[in-house]
C-alpha cells in the first residue's frame, strides 16, 4: 500500500504565499503520477496540478502562474509552492497518486491539509 502523508498547510493573508508537502515514505511501489486537488466548502473537488515521470506539469487555470507543483522522485514527495494566494484559494488540499503495487495500478490520497486566505 502508498501512504500518503501531507504538511504546510494554514492560515496566510491574501498575497501570501505557502508551500505544501506529500510524502510518500516506504518501498514497493512505483509511482506514475502525482496530483494536487482541492476542495471548498459547497464545491467538488477540483484537480489543480499533475506532475508526471520526467518533470512534465500542468495547471489548473484558476492556479496557472500562481501555483508550482515539484516532485523530488527519489524521496517520492511532491510540493506545491503557492504564491499571491487569494481568499478564493481557502480549501482542503489533498494530494493523490497513481502508483503501482507489483502489477496493480490504483490511486491514492493524502488526509488532506486545510488552507485559509483571509482578505
Known amino acids: 500500500q502508498v501512504q500518503l502523508v501531507e504538511a504546510g498547510g494554514g492560515l496566510v493573508q491574501a498575497g501570501w504565499s505557502l508551500r505544501l508537502s506529500c510524502a510518500a515514505p516506504?518501498?514497493?511501489?512505483?509511482?506514475?503520477?502525482m496530483r494536487w486537488y482541492r476542495q471548498a466548502p459547497g464545491k467538488q473537488r477540483e484537480l489543480l496540478a499533475v506532475?508526471?515521470?520526467?518533470?512534465?506539469?500542468d495547471y489548473a487555470d484558476s492556479v496557472k502562474g500562481r501555483f508550482t507543483i515539484s516532485r523530488d522522485e527519489a524521496q517520492n514527495t511532491m510540493y506545491l509552492q503557492m504564491n499571491s494566494l487569494k481568499f478564493e484559494d481557502t480549501a482542503v488540499y489533498y494530494c493523490?497518486?497513481?502508483?503501482?503495487?507489483?502489477?496493480?495500478?490504483?490511486?491514492?490520497w493524502g488526509q488532506g491539509t486545510q488552507v485559509t486566505v483571509s482578505s
Open positions: 506532475s508526471t515521470i520526467g518533470g512534465s506539469a
Open positions: 516506504g518501498t514497493g511501489f512505483s509511482i506514475q503520477f
Open positions: 493523490n497518486a497513481l502508483a503501482f503495487v507489483s502489477t496493480t495500478l490504483r490511486a491514492y
